[in-house]
């Protein structure tokens, strides 16, 4: 789906729920991303760098 369609043009129909998940974040996919990262449990997998030492999530 094109998100920047040419002037007058609509990008798709959304339900009440997903328009404003789309809109939030500013349509930047990296913070969509992101958001689906976390949805999806990857961004809290512990990244060991030490014997007892993780990483913080970025």
């Known amino acids: ?3 920047h369609p040419a002037p007058g043009r609509v990008p798709g129909v959304l339900c009440f729920n997903c328009n ?3 809109g939030k974040p500013r349509d930047d996919p990296g913070v969509i991303r992101r958001a689906a990262a976390y949805v999806e449990g990857n961004s809290w997998k512990q ?6 030492v993780c990483r913080l999530p970025s």
Do not use: K, Q
């Not at 990244?47 to 007892?52: K, L, Q």
């Open 20 to 22: 404003p998940a789309i």
């Open 1 to 3: 789906m094109d998100l």
């Open 47 to 52: 990244t060991p760098v030490a014997p007892g």
